[in-house]
């Protein structure tokens, strides 16, 4: 019952832990020590060493580890037309702990055009080997989500409908772009389905004026706008994402407030599921998942921290999970990336790689 395509029966969500290297270059090219082109060289052999170490652990799959990237997701807005990043009066809040201040505000029309991120996804598709290379992409709802309809323009748009309607031509646009790039895998990160599942959050969705069913149908909508004429042989995976910043988190509780929505409705050929700890409830919600259709990809192995996981326990888990999708459509992952920004989560780089050889190990255990 191996898969010889994605998602692979043991995969990745996507960021590794930046090297020293990255970190000491990016930190000379902000004080004008090194050009852009230095910069990059050194991304560049240093994403050439992470795609090796993907490979040494028996993943079939490869990603560049967002090494180029500060950020998951603003780094992706921040190469769309219409769309400007700034300096925020606060960061994200998460548990316990606020990241830089940073935030995304819509100026103009949105759209996707001549992207930075497409010259990234073709040098990790040009040393791949036999591997299958990954691009990860922010999702076109986080686009909206946090900061609503206060951080977009309404001279621009004075109608959301409108909005909605750009970004689904956007992530279409984006999605034949990353295509005709020579891109078979995509996978679409998004925290806002997991955001719809936490009782704090929609009470504070409820408290700015927004209806939790409604967005998610929105979302949902904007999701298969996006994905319509999608090419036969490209994978699309979603990423549901509870919050991923220096070991922290953001929303807990289960699937069950957007499993009908969201797995009964939305169109990608994979759901990457965060399953690592009680937060993320059981699995009775993935009876709406169709069968036959669509793989569920299982967060089983946490990359919060650096210990390891009982093989049994994750094998037990996933039998139990199988009570509810047939085994044939599961696959085993990390809960999440290693890195989600440039920080990274608390573990050691040997630490990291010992939970994606787990994976590996136990995949081959049960499949």
Known sequence: MQRHQAPFRADVVGSFLRPDAIKQARQQFAQGEISADQLRHVENEEIRHVVEQQ????????????????????????????VELFEAEQGIQFNGVQTKAHGV?????????????????????SISGDAQPKMTIPSPSVLHFRGGRKVIDAT???????????LATTW?????????????????????WAYLCSDDQRKQIVARGDDPEELARIYARVLNKALEGKPEDLTI?????????????ISEGGYEPVAEVLFGGVNVDAFFLEYDNDRSGDFAPLRFVRPGKQQVVLG??????????????????????AKYVDISQICLSPQCGFAS??????????QQWE?????????????
């Open 300 to 321: 089983l192995i946490t990359t919060k921290n650096g210990e390891l996981e009982n093989p049994e326990g994750v094998k037990a888990r996933v039998e139990e999970a």
């Open 172 to 192: 279409r646009d984006a999605i034949r772009a990353f295509y005709d790039a020579g891109c078979r895998y995509l996978q679409l990160d998004d925290t806002v």
């Open 341 to 350: 920004t440039e920080e990274g989560n608390s573990l050691t780089p040997e």
């Open 105 to 125: 505000r819509v100026t103009g029309k949105v759209s996707f055009k001549d992207h930075p991120m497409l010259e990234d996804f073709r040098y990790l598709k």
């Open 55 to 82: 490979c040494a652990c028996g993943l079939h799959v490869v990603t560049d580890g967002e090494f180029r990237r500060a950020w998951w997701h603003f780094d992706f807005f921040a190469g769309l037309e219409g």
């Open 355 to 367: 939970k994606v050889r787990l994976v590996t190990r136990i995949a081959e255990q049960v499949w």
């Open 156 to 166: 621009v748009y004075p109608e959301l409908d409108a909005y909605f309607d750009d």
């Open 237 to 249: 995976g979603l990423h549901v994402c509870r919050g991923n910043f220096r070991s922290t988190w």
